[in-house]
């Protein structure tokens, strides 16, 4: 059984929760290698292949004390939410990014993490308010997620946790058709934004003068 198959929501087996999707994908392909390029997993996720990507590019930043990863996923959401906006109906990824590889096993650890702290949350989605997440809401909220996707960019301390946990929670809403879950995402991506927009250069401006000083 190939990972395609394991996630196709019409099996039998298949796996309840987005989460358990991801595990499923990552755990056949650990069969066969140690990393996954990009372009692999969006192919292997199969339908809802946005909410699912959206969603496995996002723990890592949502996760606080988890290094590197966030920077090296930020700029794939951004042009998968982008995609969204712009209506595209499954994910395209440039050959640069499609070759990206992400070292499995690391991202079988941010799953577990995820799973452990927040798949009760995970639990409580189910269908409502359709129109959010419909085809033209889904386009409005690939425009909107661009932004805290692009701020998980920002070399500032722990500036990915927040946007990151936006972002699952509005992949998550995605994948259910929750419609609340995808507002509630959104707006906690866009309060984080505006705070750093805000706060971001005093922030600065203290720790060079802190350093320099």
């Known amino acids: 059984m190939n990972a395609h198959t394991m996630i196709d929501e019409k099996t039998d087996e298949a796996p309840r929760g987005a989460l358990a999707k991801i595990e499923a994908v990552l755990a056949a392909k650990a069969q066969t290698g140690t990393h996954i390029t990009l372009g692999d997993l969006s192919d292997a996720l199969g339908e809802r292949a946005y909410g699912l990507m959206l969603l496995i590019l996002s723990l890592p930043c949502c996760l606080p004390f988890v290094y590197i990863l966030p920077q090296i996923v930020a700029l794939p959401m951004a042009v998968l939410a982008w995609q969204m906006a712009v209506g595209r109906r499954a ?99 866009f309060i984080w934004v505006a705070l750093l927009v805000i706060g971001g250069p005093a922030l600065i401006y203290f720790i060079v003068d802190f350093l320099t000083a």
Do not use: Q
């Open 91 to 189: 994910p395209w990824l440039p050959e640069k990014l499609r070759n990206r590889e992400i070292e499995i096993e690391t991202m079988l650890g941010v799953v577990a993490r995820a799973k452990r702290y927040g798949g009760w949350l995970e639990k409580l989605a189910h269908p409502r308010f359709a129109g959010v997440t419909g085809r033209l809401g889904s386009r409005i909220v690939g425009a909107l997620m661009v932004v805290p996707a692009l701020s998980v960019l920002v070399p500032l301390p722990l500036t990915n946790t927040v946007p990151g946990f936006g972002i699952a929670l509005a992949s998550v809403g995605l994948i259910e058709r929750d419609g609340l879950f995808t507002i509630a995402g959104l707006l906690a991506g």
